[in-house]
């Protein structure tokens, strides 16, 4: 034990010493601290569009609410009172838009994952949802190709190479520097030595991904003692990373090659499970299940809600009563009747379209997260997304709040809209109380 010890101790006055390995460390750790505070500073723009809009909302409705108790023994008030308490025209003679929101997770900053690539926020009316929400513009495909420099892209991408620095020579090192015969005289094996030296290799990447994980709770302004179980998620998936990418470095040095090779092989390693596997996997699942095109299914939305006008209002009231009788009045006449039950129908087919899409999306994520394990990066970037709530599955849940939330406003929209009523001062205040 005393060897070990005395071994690993002068072990770690030769790492301290090693100018290259410093300035890798310090690469890292710089790349880190960047990749923190561009995080931060990605979250902080989101929030202050969000911030932005949430007030604009507010103020919008303030000023409604202003007029919805204007005097109306002025002509020019009584208009302006008729227009905010119209259900039908909201305000300036246009539908009120509400705005939801997406806020950010206490360590978003730290993994963006796709929320820089999906709206944080959708502003829409009681009309068609589905033409407002699944219409919008396609993400910028430099960005989905360049992905984001973020803390969690440092420890997938960055760290790997780190443990493959420390490891490389670590058999070699001693065969090539003539020490390898003095280590084999010693009482204990060659083996344990050898192991010795690499947990002390591994514990030194561990403190140095725990330190950058707290200084990024740290900078992101989040407090330690209140997330300390989302710390520790954070840490264990890491750990974990690179224990894998240790035992995989273990294997190259338990070959016995020379430094060079050991480094080429270690490097090579490194491009195919980050980067050549990943590519091989996303080619083998578009093979076996492919990605629909959004492009597509946005345009036959768009078709199938320019064509839905040319539809008699007949079909669309028969159509629109059967699913919604508690709106059903007998008014087959009225213009704005018709206007928003042909709001209704387009919804409703047109989330038939996006749930075909969607469909087709889950069994290339489900076939995706059976082989993710052939490529860690992949799987651990998308568990640090998962606990981060930064992935696909996050902004689902959102766009369902958004669906939930547009389904109260058209109830009560639509109660009055059906009843030929305007809206009460209750109702108002019951819309404020939603924003």
Request: aromatic share 14%.
């Amino acid at each position: 034990m005393k060897t070990i010890l005395h071994i690993l101790s002068f072990e770690w006055k030769v790492l301290t010493r090693n100018n290259s390995l410093k300035a890798i460390v310090l690469v890292v750790v710089g790349a880190g601290i960047y990749g923190i505070y561009f995080g931060k500073f990605e979250i902080d723009k989101q929030e202050h569009r969000i911030s932005q809009v949430q007030l604009y909302e507010q103020q919008q409705f303030d000023s409604l609410l202003v007029w919805a108790r204007l005097d109306t023994a002025v002509a020019d008030n009584k208009k302006k009172r008729q227009a905010a308490l119209s259900p039908s025209g909201v305000g300036w003679s246009k539908h009120f838009t509400y705005y939801l929101t997406n806020d950010a997770h206490s360590t978003a900053g730290l993994c963006l994952g796709q929320r820089d690539l999906y709206p944080v926020y959708y502003g829409f009316n009681v009309t068609d949802l589905a033409r407002q929400v699944n219409t919008g513009e396609l993400a910028n495909p430099m960005k989905l190709f360049t992905g984001n420099f973020d803390l969690s892209y440092v420890f997938v991408f960055l760290f790997p190479l780190l443990i493959v620095a420390l490891f490389y020579n670590l058999y070699s090192g001693e065969k090539e520097g003539g020490t390898l015969s003095l280590l084999q005289s010693q009482s204990t094996s060659v083996r344990m030595i050898l192991v010795s030296r690499g947990l002390l290799r591994l514990f030194i990447v561990w403190a140095l991904a725990a330190l950058l994980l707290l200084a990024g709770f740290i900078i992101q302004g989040e407090s330690l003692g209140e997330h300390l179980s989302l710390f520790w998620q954070w840490l264990l998936i890491i750990f974990g990373y690179c224990l894998i990418w240790t035992i995989l470095m273990g294997i190259v040095v338990w070959l016995r090659l020379s430094a060079s090779l050991s480094a080429m092989l270690g490097f090579g390693v490194w491009l195919v499970f980050t980067l050549v596997t990943p590519a091989l996997l996303n080619l083998f699942v578009l093979a076996n299940v492919p990605l629909p095109n959004r492009a597509d299914m946005i345009h036959a939305v768009r078709n199938h809600n320019d064509q839905a006008w040319e539809k008699p209002r007949s079909f669309v009231f028969d159509q629109f009563y059967s699913n919604n009788p508690q709106y059903d009045q007998g008014d087959t006449t009225s213009f704005h009747k018709w206007y928003y039950a042909s709001f209704t129908l387009m919804d409703k087919e047109a989330n038939a379209l996006k749930a075909q899409y969607e469909m087709q999306v889950g069994k290339r994520n489900a076939l995706l997260e059976k082989w993710e394990w052939l490529a860690p990066a992949v799987m651990v970037h998308e568990r640090l997304s998962r606990v981060s709530c930064t992935d696909r599955h996050s902004h689902q849940e959102f766009v369902k709040e958004v669906h939930n939330y547009h389904d109260e406003l058209k109830e009560l929209y639509y109660t009055r809209i059906f009843q030929n009523e305007q809206f009460s001062m209750e109702d108002l205040r019951r819309l404020k109380e939603m924003l």
